[in-house]
């Protein structure tokens, strides 16, 4: 089986990303800008995330900390800044984040099956996949980063 | 204008709606359910005037609700509002009787062009 994320699929990360908050979070360009800040040091982070299963197999995270997540919910439901977020709204408007990147994603590849409900956890999700790209992001100058999987074993680059 | 709105999401049916009032579209009366199966129920009883649906959904995909209206013999207008918008995705759609497919993230602009065309 081949790979279903390569570099040219990356490319399109940053651009559907920036769409997305945007359109649903900022209202106006220039919130969510390339970042320098890797997964593996974020504080406290949570992940988001949802697979393309079909043919091929592919899966997109999104991981940012808490207090990042916190505030994405606040923004996609209009609360004011500051109020608290419980759980089940982090995980919807979180989970919605990656539902939304997932699909896009989802859109360039061909015959690529359906694309599983949302999942959003404290964890990292577990896998046998292989990790084919980690975009760095910042949004409002808090680190976003999205990863790109292959799940079925192969490298994507 | 009596409109059900059907997404698993909370925050996406909110966001919906209030995307559907920066288009213009104030004061319609609006009808929420958070699955496809419960949408379906609402379309068949209540028969609303548009529905405005994801596509992935627990119980019952979007898709497969606009099928099993159709079968039931209900001409009740369905649209989607997904996350995918891909030209297989626009015409498995269009072959099913959608009005049209509006791909998330959009725009209150998204809503107007895919919803004057139908309000006429």
């Given at each position: 089986m081949n790979a279903v994320i390569d570099t040219s699929m990356s490319d399109h990360v940053l651009v559907i990303a920036q769409d997305i908050f945007t359109a649903m979070i900022d209202g106006e360009p220039g919130g969510l800008v390339p970042g320098h800040v890797p997964v593996s040091e974020l504080v406290d982070p949570w992940h988001a995330w949802v697979d393309v299963r079909g043919?091929?197999?592919?899966?997109?995270?999104?991981?940012?900390?808490?207090?990042?997540?916190?505030?994405?919910?606040?923004?996609?439901?209009?609360?004011?800044?500051?109020?608290?977020?419980?759980?089940?709204?982090?995980?919807?408007?979180?989970?919605?984040?990656?539902?939304?990147v997932g699909g896009n994603l989802k859109s360039l590849i061909p015959d690529s099956g359906a694309l599983t409900l949302p999942q959003v956890a404290p964890e990292a999700p577990a896998t046998d996949g292989v990790r084919a790209h980690e975009v760095q992001l910042s949004w409002r100058g808090s680190p976003v980063v999205i990863s790109l999987w292959n799940l079925n074993g192969t490298e994507g680059e | 204008m009596?409109?059900?709105?059907?997404?698993?999401?909370?925050?996406?049916?909110?966001?919906?709606?209030?995307?559907?009032r920066q288009a213009g579209y104030d004061g319609w009366d609006i009808i929420e359910a958070s699955d496809g199966a419960m949408a379906l129920d609402i379309a068949l009883a209540e028969a609303p005037d548009l529905v405005l649906s994801d596509w992935n959904m627990p119980e019952l995909t979007g898709i497969d609700m606009l099928r099993q209206l159709r079968a039931s013999g209900s001409d009740v207008p369905v649209a989607?509002?997904?996350?995918?918008?891909?030209?297989?995705?626009?015409?498995?759609?269009?072959?099913?009787?959608?009005?049209?497919?509006?791909?998330?993230?959009?725009?209150?602009e998204s809503f107007r062009d895919a919803l004057e065309p139908v309000l006429i």
């Open positions: 043919d091929v197999a592919a899966r997109a995270v999104v991981t940012a900390e808490r207090g990042t997540c916190d505030a994405i919910a606040r923004a996609l439901l209009s609360m004011p800044d500051g109020e608290d977020v419980d759980r089940g709204d982090l995980v919807d408007a979180f989970g919605e984040i990656a539902n939304v | 009596r409109v059900l709105i059907a997404d698993d999401s909370r925050v996406m049916r909110q966001i919906v709606i209030r995307t559907l989607f509002v997904t996350s995918e918008g891909s030209a297989q995705m626009r015409q498995i759609a269009d072959e099913a009787g959608a009005l049209f497919l509006i791909a998330k993230p959009f725009t209150p």
